[in-house]
């Protein structure tokens, strides 16, 4: 059943993410080795982080798949829900944990939503004005985000609460020590009624260790899947729930 899943994804990935790779420069994972650029098939590191968070993208929306056959127990592939639209935006001014973008209500956009950069969440739209919005950063305590917790060895989510750690991470708050969650597992944004459809990428876990003030939880930091200093474009979720 999944062979035919891992076609449509393919094909899903060049139509729907040919365009928005070409957004921004920012991710900031996996450089490749010094000899590897002799190789044909060698791409610059900018164009390798971009194809990277948007395959963990599909990951993630493959996996929600998987767990709808096993509860439904029938195949429901779709297209991608056109339902879901994206608002580009320029960055136009920064502050501390935030960024100032030139799109705003005249543009659909509101309080609450999903901002991208490189494809990634970077955070979400704290203050929406006509023309003009501010985005409040992951890396901010007063962001706080559902987010999943990727665990690939038994192809399962741990759900959790992210918050920002006013400098340059988050960390995901008050989870059981009891869960076996692991350096390097990704961390994804949860799913949210009229907001986001589907897991996108946040970052991944770089630090877990047990709580000092709770033995019985976890204390686990997050790196970001990008890096602000380089972003100069940013996409906005837009989720359109009425007739076109």
């Not at 420069?25 to 190789?39: L, T």
């Not at 127990?73 to 960024?99: C, H, S």
């Not at 692991?182 to 897991?199: D, H, M, N, R, T």
Request: proline residues 5%; aromatic residues 10%; charged residues 20%.
């Amino acid at each position: 059943l999944f062979g035919g899943s891992h076609q449509f994804i393919s094909i899903a990935f060049v139509g729907i993410f040919r365009f928005f790779l070409n957004i921004g420069s920012s991710a900031v994972y996996y450089e490749p080795a010094e000899n590897s650029k002799s190789s044909p098939y060698f791409v610059p590191r900018h164009e390798y982080n971009k194809l990277w968070v948007a395959f963990t993208n599909l990951q993630a929306q493959l996996l929600e798949q998987k767990k709808q056959i096993e509860e439904l127990g029938k195949v429901r592939m779709t297209e991608p829900d056109p339902a879901t639209g994206l608002v580009l935006a320029k960055v136009v001014n920064r502050r501390k944990q935030e960024f100032i973008i030139n799109k705003g209500t005249a543009d659909g956009l509101a309080n609450g939503q999903y901002v991208l950069g490189d494809n990634a969440v970077i955070g979400w739209i704290e203050q929406a004005s006509a023309d003009i919005s501010s985005v409040r950063l992951i890396t901010s305590s007063a962001c706080k985000l559902g987010v999943k917790i990727s665990a690939p060895e038994a192809d399962v989510y741990f759900n959790g609460t992210m918050a920002g750690d006013d400098k340059n991470g988050a960390k995901i708050l008050n989870v059981p020590k009891k869960y076996n969650i692991k350096e390097g597992y990704y961390v994804y944004a949860a799913p949210k009624a009229g907001f986001l459809q589907s897991p996108r990428i946040i970052g991944r876990v770089s630090r877990c260790v047990v709580d000092q003030s709770n033995p019985v939880l976890w204390e686990i930091g997050i790196e970001p899947a990008y890096n602000f200093d380089n972003l100069t474009d940013v996409a906005v979720i837009v989720l359109r729930t009425g007739p076109d």
